[in-house]
């Protein structure tokens, strides 16, 4: 492993550690394979299960009763697909965009406190290196991992 791929190793680290203590210390506590199923039904309103397992690499059994917790929580619905009527649609409910919203909050408080013990040279190097890695990445990591 080279020098720079264990340097953004040990940094992952730390933003998970971050955004594992704002997942704990949030008031409606949630594991992280549900705040997974959030993040994915946020970004895809309206998908259906089938497409919920494939976004979260799981099977559709594992999905369902993933999702059967959620909507018992209040956080999620199910609804029939305005695409096919067979089909069902989840979405958010208004408590589960305001569980998102809080936890991302409470990580950016977080990550500004760290950000602000940095210099402005060291944020905007930090800032161009995560945008360019953010799109080298998406083009390339998952099809050269796959292959």
Same mark, same amino acid.
């Given at each position: 492993? +080279?020098?720079?791929?264990?340097? #953004?190793?040990?940094?992952?680290?730390?933003?998970?550690?971050? !955004?594992?203590?704002?997942? %704990? *210390?949030? &008031?409606?506590?949630? +594991?992280s +394979?549900q705040? *997974?199923?959030?993040?994915?039904? *946020?970004?895809n309103? /309206?998908?259906?299960?089938r497409?919920?397992a494939d976004?979260?690499?799981?099977?559709?059994s594992?999905?369902? &009763?993933?999702? $059967?917790? =959620?909507?018992a929580?209040?956080? =999620? %619905?199910?609804?029939?697909?305005? #695409?096919?009527r &067979?089909?069902?649609?989840l979405?958010?409910?208004?408590?589960?965009? %305001?569980v998102?919203? $809080?936890l991302? $909050?409470d990580?950016?408080?977080?990550?500004?406190?760290? =950000?602000d013990?940095?210099?402005?040279? +060291? &944020?905007t190097?930090?800032?161009? /290196?995560?945008?360019? !890695?953010?799109? #080298?990445?998406?083009?390339?990591?998952v099809?050269e991992l796959?292959?």
């Amino acid at each position: 492993m +080279s020098v720079t791929a264990a340097a #953004v190793d040990g940094a992952a680290e730390s933003l998970l550690a971050i !955004f594992e203590a704002a997942r %704990e *210390q949030a &008031r409606t506590r949630l +594991s992280s +394979s549900q705040l *997974q199923a959030l993040l994915v039904v *946020q970004a895809n309103e /309206g998908l259906n299960l089938r497409a919920l397992a494939d976004g979260m690499g799981i099977i559709l059994s594992s999905a369902s &009763r993933l999702c $059967d917790r =959620l909507i018992a929580a209040g956080m =999620l %619905e199910r609804g029939i697909s305005p #695409v096919d009527r &067979r089909e069902i649609s989840l979405t958010l409910t208004p408590y589960g965009n %305001e569980v998102l919203h $809080d936890l991302r $909050d409470d990580r950016l408080r977080r990550l500004e406190l760290v =950000l602000d013990k940095m210099g402005p040279a +060291s &944020r905007t190097a930090l800032l161009r /290196g995560l945008r360019e !890695f953010t799109r #080298v990445s998406n083009k390339n990591a998952v099809m050269e991992l796959s292959a």
